[in-house]
């Protein structure tokens, strides 16, 4: 079995692929800044042979490349929990970049880049910046000639996890609490990747939107309380309270409102039949990773 890289393998996407990969025999080579912390010393315990490298040092990243089959990059978006201060949509296309270049003066002969849905519309409709900055990256890959397969999910189960969502006992986002949307979990995105390199000539040259469930923020909501046992009411935040935080974060709430994802739930399934609708994530994963949010969040009890 030949190894794959893993870049940013210590982020949710990242540990996903690593667990699929090893899980199917991969050999995998985990790449991270620090190999000293607890994310990356459990990648090592889990069979990852774990490397350090600099999505802003392009020769640590050929260097963790080397002699390497396969690739998987992914790079923070900006906004997301856990983004570096400062981090901005110009740093994301450049890691981006850096990571296909390094790619490519490696020899590696299959990158396998996670994007985001909608990113194939650049050409047809104004998209948010998030999106924009994907886009790029793909066509970076493109004009390399990288033997290369594109994976757009849509937005995460996760984010519904923490405090990205969750705000003061309720369920909170500026989606209209009616109009459906379209989530996937993270784990997939791992299953849909290690797919892609056990069948490279289905694969290569490939780019698909991936969605595993579509529903209106407050159907979501009720399938969260119903999962942890105790009422999570949908809350709209206005999208002028979105506004303060930036514009960019302002349109992309709006986009998704009005145009939003548009992958097909039915194909991504038929790709990849184990893929998670909401209730299942809940059951399995999600609602425990909620509920220890929401336990956490609980005032401290007062003595008597």
Aim: net charge neutral; charged share 20%; with cysteine.
């Amino acid at each position: 079995m030949k190894t794959i890289v893993v870049m940013g393998a210590t982020g949710l996407q990242g540990r996903a692929v690593t667990a699929h990969l090893l899980a199917g025999g991969r050999p995998v080579r985990a790449v991270t800044r620090d190999p000293d912390a607890a994310p990356a010393r459990a990648l090592a315990e889990a069979g990852a042979e774990v490397v350090r490298a600099d999505m802003d040092d392009l020769a640590s990243l050929v260097a963790a490349a080397e002699g390497a089959h396969g690739l998987f990059s992914v790079q923070p978006t900006v906004g997301s929990p856990g983004t570096p201060a400062g981090f901005s949509a110009e740093d994301e296309v450049r890691w981006g970049c850096n990571v296909a270049d390094a790619t490519r003066a490696a020899g590696v002969r299959h990158l396998v880049y996670a994007s985001l849905a909608g990113a194939g519309r650049h050409d047809t409709e104004k998209l948010p910046q998030n999106t924009i900055s994907k886009w790029r990256i793909e066509q970076h890959i493109t004009r390399l000639g990288l033997p290369a397969t594109f994976l757009r999910p849509v937005s995460f189960m996760e984010n519904y996890t923490g405090g990205y969502h969750l705000h003061d006992g309720a369920v909170a986002t500026a989606f209209a609490a009616d109009t459906p949307q379209q989530i996937m979990a993270v784990d997939d995105v791992g299953a849909f990747a290690a797919l892609a390199f056990a069948r490279p000539g289905e694969w290569i040259g490939r780019a698909v939107d991936l969605a595993g469930d579509e529903l209106t923020p407050r159907r979501i909501a009720a399938a969260i309380s119903e999962a942890i046992g105790r009422p999570l009411p949908y809350v709209r935040i206005p999208i002028e309270v979105i506004a303060q935080a930036g514009e960019e974060f302002a349109y992309a709430y709006t986009w998704l409102n009005e145009r939003g994802y548009r992958a097909d739930v039915a194909f991504t399934r038929a790709l990849h039949p184990g893929v998670m609708d909401l209730r299942t994530w809940l059951r399995r994963t999600g609602a425990a990773q909620i509920a220890g949010f929401l336990v956490g969040r609980q005032p401290a009890a007062q003595d008597r």
